[in-house]
């Protein structure tokens, strides 16, 4: 769902910008808590960076959904759920300003668009119905999971209406909303259903083995019970906790993965349109799309240029893209957490 340059005029793309540069703005601020929680900031923003390179890695995986159309996963869910949502909403930022910048990927003009669209409003959705879900269902993995599904679901046609919302304040084209809103959210949702398949499916592994890495799990696990005249009862808790384990294995795992999918197996995604440029082509909302200011970039359309062997070219451009988005949205999360962790020095000094 790539909003490219031309599609949203300038008013609205820059109140957009604004919206988008808030939003992470805020982000920052909570991210700077989130990142500080559970096993210290020296784990989890290389946690939170591999997350963003993972999500950048399935974006390159277009699956079908309906005839001549294609999708591929938003992210919006699976981020808030793993890291927490304003760190999942920032490395939403990160991934589609390394598609922008790098490969030609949805507008430059158009980022705060896409950021408000494909970040904050699966984020805000998403996260909000899984917690509503998770207070509701029983504390299981089962049920973590299954919430996790329902809400990458919903988020997925909901940012579809955010995007009608401000192509009927901006757009540039006399598509009738009601036409757009239609098509939009139809295709989204069955796009949804692969978002939610993606998304439950990469909570539910990382649960399997680390769930106490993943945001939305934390305090999954009862409490140790022990047998005492007959009954069950809590234990008492132990006068040292127990040590951290560290999460090296699973970012190691998760880093081999990403590369995979974005340096081999999205060779066979598919290559139809996905659901917004597919609604722009049948009803004319692309009819004064502009050029991309990076359409000269050496990885523009995820190739390599002068790599002349297809496999090879893009294989090599999404292996270079999950580095970039690893080591770009790391370093974020590193200054975030070393922020936090001075003024937390600053206020222990007063």
């Known amino acids: 769902m790539h909003v490219p340059d031309g599609f949203i005029n300038a008013p609205v793309s820059v109140a957009a910008g604004v919206v988008a540069a808030g939003a992470v703005a805020v982000s920052l601020r909570g991210a700077r808590r989130e990142l500080g929680e559970g096993h210290g900031g020296e784990r989890t923003a290389p946690l939170a960076g591999l997350v963003a390179a993972f999500i950048f890695a399935v974006q390159m995986l277009n699956f079908p959904v309906a005839a001549g159309t294609s999708g591929h996963l938003l992210g919006g869910a699976l981020a808030a759920i793993l890291v927490g949502p304003w760190t999942g909403v920032l490395c939403i930022a990160v991934v589609l300003l390394m598609q922008g910048i790098l490969f030609a990927d949805g507008g430059l003009t158009a980022l ?139 970012w190691i795992g998760g880093l081999v993965t990403a590369l995979v999918l974005a340096g081999f197996v999205s060779f066979y995604a598919s290559a139809d349109p996905d659901g917004l440029e597919k609604v722009a082509a049948d009803k004319g909302i692309d009819s004064k799309v502009e050029d991309h200011a990076a359409a000269d970039s050496p990885l523009a359309d995820y190739g390599v240029k002068g790599i002349e062997a297809p496999r090879l070219s893009g294989g090599l451009a999404g292996a270079i893209g999950v580095g970039a988005t690893l080591a770009v949205g790391t370093g974020t999360f590193w200054v975030v957490r070393r922020r936090r962790a001075h003024a937390e020095t600053a206020e222990t000094a007063a």
Do not use: C, Q, W
């Not at 919430?147 to 919302?165: G, I, K, Q």
């Open 112 to 250: 705060g668009v896409n950021i408000t669209v494909m970040g904050v409003v699966t984020v805000l959705v998403a996260y909000g119905l899984f917690r509503g879900l998770v207070l509701l269902l029983p504390r299981t993995r089962a049920s973590v999971t299954a919430a996790s599904f329902v809400a990458a679901l919903v988020s997925v046609p909901a940012a579809a209406t955010a995007f009608t919302a401000l192509y009927a304040v901006g757009g540039t084209t006399d598509v009738p909303v009601s036409k757009v809103l239609t098509a939009m959210v139809g295709v989204h949702i069955l796009i949804g259903i692969g978002e939610a398949v993606i998304t439950a499916l990469t909570v539910g592994a990382v649960i399997a083995v680390r769930p106490d890495l993943v945001h939305g799990a934390r305090g999954l696990a009862a409490p140790l019970k022990l047998r005492v005249g007959g009954e069950l009862v809590d234990a008492a808790p132990a006068d040292r906790p127990a040590p951290a384990r560290s999460p090296r294995k699973l």
